[in-house]
């Protein structure tokens, strides 16, 4: 069950008392999507009642966690280099050390790494964290500490998240886990499981404590954050069994996207990750309709080719998708939309390829992520299709689809020179402790003059001149959102 917001705020003042009194030091790392992230801060605050604070120096660590990443090969091969970082420092330094891998990476090799390669001490998959002092117990009594069991209840809303390297005006909020959809590239339904949702009320005061300490923004998260739907608690593909009352007040993602802005008007809000085929145009309105929403949505297509968009079970077409497309602009004329992309799916063609350049240049996309296919194990692709595109062509292809980002990106950004436009203060720029950095509600990066302005203002500024990822500019006052 989740918990209320009186327990919510008493969870979250036990672990502030408890940080005060802990001897035991945690160092985590996190690798992946936002989500990995998230759930790190959920890991800390777990730790933090059961005798460990975080802390940023691998040496003194008495216990080491990496968050791991599935989704691509070169991420496995990122974390299996710190695990050899981590074992050195245990060796030569601290044999007490414990080391542990989370998340999806744990999940999907399981006990190859705690009985074949003996190179942690606990492996803990995404719906298990509660049981890691548990596990830890284990480890201390010379036993195999393991749990990748996956969940059809859990989603962390009793827990109030330790904010690791916070810069105090953003953060994540989760909302769903899991991931119904079974892309046939994809690891997630794997590793973290079929969705469900979390409970409207302990979100909103999740992001109510945020706003009393001062964060102006929050990212609402979800491996696919349309399919949110609380009728109760329970798996969304159970809904259709539920009772006519559960159905009559369930929330899905639009209700609680308006909810949220209606209830924190000075927040920004923003949300990730969508999926065309869920996409409804109810949540279209909602961002339309509130200012404090913001005008951008990540909307990956992986392919512009109806023949590969088929072999990857993206349950939408090219049409559909760019029908999606059109319809946004048409309710949000100042939306800007990114995208996720995979070069050389099995079977791909020359045909297949231009016909994903061709569906960039016509919706024109702000920024993208875009990769080379990579097999995943355990994935139907990989079970099922030959990994035949060389290694040459879909190098080439993921250039030609990288330049023509670049490309898109320019002129996208071009778009707003000359224009004022209202930024959330970040951090201080990379370039000079002079300038100031944020983003607008496009979530494009603008950098500015600092003058008097500080991290956590909302700034308008007017722009004058952009690179293909920076606007930059002059502020010319405050925003009314402060």
Same mark, same amino acid.
């Given at each position: ?170 953060? +994540? ?61 329970? *798996? ?16 899905? +993602? ?90 050389? +799916? ?33 994935? *139907? ?102």
């Amino acid at each position: 069950m989740e918990k209320t917001m009186d327990e919510n705020r008493q969870g979250e003042t036990l672990v502030m008392d408890q940080q005060n009194q802990n001897t035991k030091k945690l160092f985590i790392e996190s690798y992946g999507c936002a989500m990995n992230f998230a759930d790190s801060e959920v890991v800390a605050s777990i730790m933090a009642t059961n005798g460990y604070n975080t802390t940023q120096n691998l040496e003194d660590a008495d216990l080491v966690l990496v968050n791991t990443c599935s989704i691509r090969d070169k991420a496995e091969q990122t974390v299996r280099k710190r695990l050899e970082k981590y074992n050195a420092v245990k060796r030569k330094q601290n044999p007490n050390m414990k080391v542990g891998v989370l998340g999806c990476m744990a999940e999907r090799l399981k006990s190859q790494f705690l009985e074949q390669e003996k190179i942690v001490d606990l492996v803990v998959g995404p719906d298990a964290y509660k049981d890691l002092p548990n596990l830890l117990q284990e480890v201390e009594a010379g036993n195999d500490a393991i749990n990748v069991i996956l969940s059809k209840e859990e989603t962390y809303g009793d827990i109030a998240p330790v904010r690791l390297m916070s810069n105090g005006v953003t953060a +994540f909020v989760s909302i769903t886990r899991g991931c119904d959809n079974m892309c046939t590239f994809c690891v997630v339904p794997f590793t973290r499981g079929r969705e469900r949702s979390r409970e409207p009320q302990s979100i909103l005061q999740e992001i109510k404590d945020l706003a009393e300490k001062g964060y102006k923004e929050v990212t609402l998260l979800g491996q696919n954050v349309d399919s949110y739907l609380w009728y109760g608690g329970g *798996l969304k593909k159970d809904f259709d069994n539920a009772s006519e009352l559960a159905k009559a007040t369930a929330v899905d +993602f639009a209700q609680l996207l308006d909810m949220v802005a209606v209830t924190f008007p000075k927040m920004r809000i923003r949300f990730s990750t969508s999926n065309p085929q869920d996409m409804h145009e109810e949540v279209l309105h909602v961002i339309a309709k509130h200012r404090n929403v913001c005008s951008h949505i990540h909307l990956p297509v992986q392919s512009g080719s109806d023949r590969i968009l088929k072999l990857m079970n993206r349950q939408h077409t090219r049409e559909e998708y760019m029908a999606l497309i059109d319809k946004i602009k048409q309710i949000i004329p100042d939306i800007e939309i990114t995208q996720d992309m995979i070069a050389g +799916f099995p079977t791909e063609t020359e045909q297949d390829h231009q016909d994903t350049l061709s569906l960039m240049e016509y919706v024109q996309y702000n920024f993208g992520y875009m990769y080379a296919y990579s097999e995943r194990p355990g994935t *139907l692709a990989a079970r099922k299709m030959e990994d035949d595109v060389t290694d040459e062509d879909k190098s080439r292809r993921l250039q030609e689809i990288v330049d023509l980002q670049g490309k898109h990106s320019t002129i996208r950004t071009r778009h707003y020179v000359g224009k004022t436009v209202e930024v959330l203060v970040e951090k201080t720029s990379k370039r000079s402790e002079n300038d100031l950095s944020g983003r607008n509600s496009q979530s494009i990066t603008v950098v500015f003059p600092r003058e008097h302005y500080k991290i956590g203002d909302f700034v308008n500024v007017e722009i004058t001149d952009c690179t293909s990822g920076t606007l930059i500019g002059k502020a010319v006052g405050y925003s009314d959102m402060n």
